[in-house]
């Protein structure tokens, strides 16, 4: 999946003369045609995670997360356009290189159980077998490795043959000449019900074992263990419940509730944050899409702010969540959304047109939160994909329009129509 590409056709079915004029890690912004007064327009759309990859000499090129065939050391398939390398074959076996130009460092890992006959698809390989299912996903920052439990004759505890050449481990951190460069994502278990369960994780022997207790889960259950090229994508988004009486917090789950949640009816909200974001002058489009994983329960009622800060960080805590300012402007939406593809919000104009008039956004961070917006007076909320979904490519998005300040103005003027 080459996910700037998809950004690229959208903005040109709609401005044929668009031509992309800056790219960042997790941004990728377009020129398109001057106002009618002559100044200039663009379009700017950001992610949660990564769009581009350094490549050799340090240029940046679009990750496209599409598999090559491979054939060699008993592998099936490589990644291409990512900055890692992985190799996979057909028994469950993967390398994985921290450093795609660098094939002298790498992790590798087995896999316990009978392996064969993997269906294929663009991003990944998968296994069916009677009790468990077994996936390899190549995501745009991360590899990972689904293992899905269907019933309770599946195995509770899982060792992966492992082995480091030119790389060091310090606990789940894989360093290069003493320099992190990797990291084991600390396993998570979720449930058929979506109750999270944490596992035992163990390292000894040339072996890392998973363990999980799966008393009162409901099958399937599914295990994620994961090696992360990076971990700040995953800090950008997430949610709060004040149903654990205001302590609930979560950046790392594969979705979240928004609106009001099950009795004990609660608030649920969530936060998205982008980063590499450059926006000036008049606003003229604005909204950010979700992608829903599940049908809305009853009629969510959400309210959008923006986080009224300078360039904010990520908040780590439900406290550090409520603490953040949020802009004047709010954005009502309401009705819950259709499941399968990316809704967008209602303009968000106002929010991010006072955000401009306040702070010089130049390659930095904007963040918004997305509220419960209705009375606790019964279950009104719907799932959203997080970051962390299966692939990494379902985090909330932001898209832009804008007009750039004229010349004189100063930047607080210049979205004066």
């Given at each position: 999946?080459?996910?700037?590409?998809?950004?690229?056709?959208?903005?040109?079915?709609?401005?044929?003369?668009?031509?992309?004029?800056?790219?960042?890690?997790?941004?990728?912004?377009?020129?398109?045609?001057?106002?009618?007064?002559?100044?200039?327009?663009?379009?700017?759309?950001?992610?949660?995670?990564?769009?581009?990859?350094?490549?050799?000499?340090?240029?940046?090129?679009?990750?496209?997360?599409?598999?090559?065939?491979?054939?060699?050391?008993?592998?099936?398939?490589?990644?291409?356009?990512?900055?890692?390398?992985?190799?996979?074959?057909?028994?469950?076996?993967?390398?994985?290189?921290?450093?795609?130009?660098?094939?002298?460092?790498?992790?590798?890992?087995?896999?316990?159980?009978?392996?064969?006959?993997?269906?294929?698809?663009?991003?990944?390989?998968?296994?069916?077998?009677?009790?468990?299912?077994?996936?390899?996903?190549?995501?745009?920052?991360?590899?990972?490795?689904?293992?899905?439990?269907?019933?309770?004759?599946?195995?509770?505890?899982?060792?992966?043959?492992?082995?480091?050449?030119?790389?060091?481990?310090?606990?789940?951190?894989?360093?290069?000449?003493?320099?992190?460069?990797?990291?084991?994502?600390?396993?998570?278990?979720?449930?058929?019900?979506?109750?999270?369960?944490?596992?035992?994780?163990?390292?000894?022997?040339?072996?890392?074992?998973?363990?999980?207790?799966?008393?009162?889960?409901?099958?399937?259950?599914?295990?994620?263990?994961?090696?992360?090229?990076?971990?700040?994508?995953?800090?950008?988004?997430?949610?709060?419940?004040?149903?654990?009486?205001?302590?609930?917090?979560?950046?790392?789950?594969?979705?979240?509730?928004?609106?009001?949640?099950?009795?004990?009816?609660?608030?649920?909200?969530?936060?998205?944050?982008?980063?590499?974001?450059?926006?000036?002058?008049?606003?003229?489009?604005?909204?950010?899409?979700?992608?829903?994983?599940?049908?809305?329960?009853?009629?969510?009622?959400?309210?959008?702010?923006?986080?009224?800060?300078?360039?904010?960080?990520?908040?780590?805590?439900?406290?550090?969540?409520?603490?953040?300012?949020?802009?004047?402007?709010?954005?009502?939406?309401?009705?819950?959304?259709?499941?399968?593809?990316?809704?967008?919000s209602p303009s968000l104009i106002s929010i991010f047109q006072e955000l401009v008039a306040s702070y010089t956004i130049s390659n930095e961070a904007v963040m918004v939160q997305v509220k419960n917006d209705k009375a606790l007076d019964g279950e009104h909320d719907q799932l959203i994909r997080m970051w962390d979904y299966a692939g990494n490519a379902h985090g909330p998005k932001l898209h832009i329009e804008y007009t750039a300040a004229g010349a004189g103005y100063a930047h607080s003027q210049g979205y004066v129509l």
């Open positions: 999946m080459n996910r700037a590409a998809g950004i690229r056709a959208a903005v040109l079915a709609a401005h044929p003369e668009a031509i992309v004029v800056e790219r960042r890690a997790a941004s990728i912004r377009h020129r398109i045609a001057d106002a009618p007064d002559g100044r200039q327009r663009y379009v700017l759309d950001a992610v949660i995670g990564d769009l581009h990859y350094p490549d050799a000499l340090g240029q940046l090129q679009e990750i496209d997360t599409a598999l090559a065939d491979d054939g060699a050391d008993g592998f099936l398939v490589r990644t291409g356009e990512v900055g890692y390398l992985l190799r996979a074959g057909d028994n469950g076996k993967r390398r994985f290189y921290p450093n795609k130009y660098d094939l002298t460092r790498y992790v590798e890992f087995g896999f316990p159980l009978a392996l064969k006959n993997a269906t294929r698809s663009e991003s990944g390989l998968k296994w069916t077998l009677a009790h468990v299912d077994v996936e390899v996903i190549a995501a745009p920052t991360r590899a990972k490795l689904l293992i899905t439990l269907k019933d309770a004759q599946a195995p509770t505890s899982i060792s992966f043959p492992v082995s480091l050449t030119g790389l060091t481990r310090s606990d789940r951190v894989l360093l290069t000449d003493g320099v992190p460069v990797a990291w084991l994502v600390f396993p998570a278990a979720v449930d058929a019900e979506g109750t999270e369960r944490d596992l035992q994780v163990s390292y000894a022997a040339g072996k890392v074992t998973v363990a999980l207790n799966t008393a009162g889960l409901v099958y399937p259950i599914l295990i994620d263990p994961t090696v992360d090229k990076q971990t700040a994508a995953s800090a950008n988004d997430g949610g709060v419940d004040d149903s654990s009486g205001g302590t609930k917090f979560s950046s790392g789950d594969t979705g979240w509730y928004v609106g009001c949640y099950a009795a004990p009816y609660s608030n649920e909200a969530m936060f998205a944050r982008w980063t590499g974001v450059t926006i000036e002058g008049t606003i003229d489009v604005s909204y950010i899409s979700l992608y829903p994983d599940a049908a809305a329960i009853g009629t969510p009622q959400w309210k959008i702010y923006g986080v009224d800060e300078d360039n904010p960080a990520a908040p780590t805590s439900h406290a550090e969540f409520d603490a953040d300012a949020l802009t004047t402007a709010g954005v009502d939406w309401d009705g819950g959304l259709a499941t399968g593809a990316f809704r967008a």
